[in-house]
């Protein structure tokens, strides 16, 4: 499957942006699907994961409360909306597929491991 990422840009503190994540190819609603997101200097961390068939989300502690990842198994995409953005949130974000199977809910889906493909990333910027 490739990934196309979309939606990031410029915001000020506390505005709010929609990232969205498209995919071709098949079998789109076999894949657990997530954000993740990478800042100068730092390791990717982990944002958001959403099951196959959206009935359940997984979201970082840092991030709770402001995002909400979303899916659309007849488009083909995901999307994260992000509110009360702050400058930390500021990164290269990543959509990223999993083809495992494995359990949800375990904490696996939280590990970029995990993951078989990725976008190309959208850079997000949160001026203060």
């Known amino acids: 499957v490739q990934l196309q990422a979309s939606g990031g840009g410029l915001v000020q503190a506390g505005g709010s942006l929609r990232l969205s994540c498209a995919a071709s190819g098949p079998d789109f609603s076999k894949y657990v699907m997530a954000w993740f997101r990478q800042a100068p200097g730092k390791e990717r961390e982990f944002v958001s994961s959403?099951?196959?068939?959206?009935?359940?989300?997984s979201t970082a502690n840092s991030v709770k409360g402001r995002f909400t990842l979303s899916r659309d198994n007849a488009k083909n995409a995901i999307d994260l909306q992000m509110n009360g953005l702050k400058p930390e949130d500021t990164a290269v974000y990543y959509c990223?597929?999993?083809?495992?199977?494995?359990?949800?809910?375990?904490?696996?889906?939280?590990?970029?491991?995990?993951?078989?493909?990725w976008g190309q990333g959208t850079q997000v910027t949160v001026s203060s």
């Open positions: 959403i099951t196959w068939n959206g009935g359940r989300t």
């Open positions: 990223a597929a999993s083809w495992r199977g494995r359990a949800y809910g375990s904490g696996y889906y939280s590990r970029g491991t995990s993951y078989d493909y």
